[in-house]
């Protein structure tokens, strides 16, 4: 259940649930640096859990067998990496994920990943339908991995961006990976304009919540970062929710 | 025969040694939180120490039974459509390797952590009891074992690694610097008196030589840690193959290691139909469909998002 450890508020009376753009992006850097870490290593964690997220709040068999369809939206930054092995796990637990992925990055790790999701069968879609109704009636869920922490709306482009003004107009469930992909919407510090951005039913924060998570609203939120060594927890002045068993992922 | 189960002591005193020499420790460097995870460092040092001062009067130790197993949910094969196809095995030929593209293999293939957790759940482990020894060598297999210590480690277990033969390939060195920061301690050497290793740890977890391996190939100090493993009575998981079986025949049962828990990795290799031990994992999720069907390997079914499933 939790930490061994004892509290550890002792050591650090300021701990805190929430990091900052600039802290996460100096905790995935000491994961890859000090302990050499590989990105494709953190991007499977992240992408198996998110898929392991999925299936606690929509388990499959609670779902009937045309109901196990998932749309996944991925951006050509890492966090649309995290998106494509989400969707490639979501696979291989029998769901039947779609990929809208309209601006590939020349990334050899995307590369992989899209090498991977085409030869297991994962449709990609040409097109995003502009006409949400039929986004509502072919899928069950809807997974965002478009934008990311410090990833500005202008840099993926036209198809990305208005896919993300219909997923503003969905009413399926939406599943959010990192923070809510947003324009202008969800400024990862501070949350931005609720109205204006994206709403997803979850969360699931990459490594630890970051601070626009505070405005999250909806059903449920994730924390997947079982991956993240104590060391560096207690680094960063975490306080994170404890993991059962061998679970990649805690509910907040 | 499950000889670990009753103690295979035969009223040898045990040598006094100094187990100290045993633990290579590491400066410790900026960790300003030391707490339990000091001692946690030492916890190896004062098991060792703490088990020759208790065996003293009574050389034949009894082995504490073990708990029940967790046993896994579901655990019938499910039948593939295309099993009526000529020729559908459970085996894989180990000379076969599948496509490349997954990357770094032996990171997807040490979702095998999970193994030691359902044998031997957590909760059913007293607190002195969570230690592991994890054996590793040079090869893809020992990187395997490096992964799972990392895991273990992860889920509150309280690994030890013991890895001779370093290898200088970038994956193993990330994998071994990525061990040490998590104070997980690496012996310097294997004591030759099985009896310390028996006592220290609640199970070893055998990662040394794998499929297409000599033990020619790994070196003294492995030849001779497979020497000592093979007089273990505490139980034993092998990674893949048991080292030192033939990966086709499973060489001589008698000479080689018997392992309690036999983790195959993407599917089982010929040797495993020798297996003879109380539970055999296959750990294969990420195997596609069509890889599997292209080499016609009849696996049984995964429950949930378990990423091993039980033979």
Known sequence: MSSTDGPDLAEA?????FLSTAEAAALERELLEDYRFGRQQLVEWCGHASAVAVTKVFPLPALPRKQRTALVVCGPEQNGAVGLACARHLRVFEYEPTIFYPTRSPDPLHRDL??????????????????????NNAYRLVVDAVLGPGVEPAEVGGPCTRALATLKLLSIPLV?????????????????????GLRPDVLVSLAAPKRCAGRFSGRHHFVAGRFVPDDVRRKFALRLPGYTGTDCVAAL
Not at 13 to 17: G, K, Q, S
Not at 118 to 131: A, G, Q, R, V, W
């Open 13 to 17: 009376p300021e701990e805190r649930c």
């Open 114 to 135: 899209t090498t991977q999701c085409e030869k297991m069968d994962i449709p990609f879609l040409s097109y995003l339908p502009t006409e949400v109704q039929l986004i």
């Open 176 to 196: 959010s990976l990192d923070i809510p992909s947003g324009t202008p919407g969800w400024d990862p510090e501070t949350g931005g304009d609720a109205e204006d």
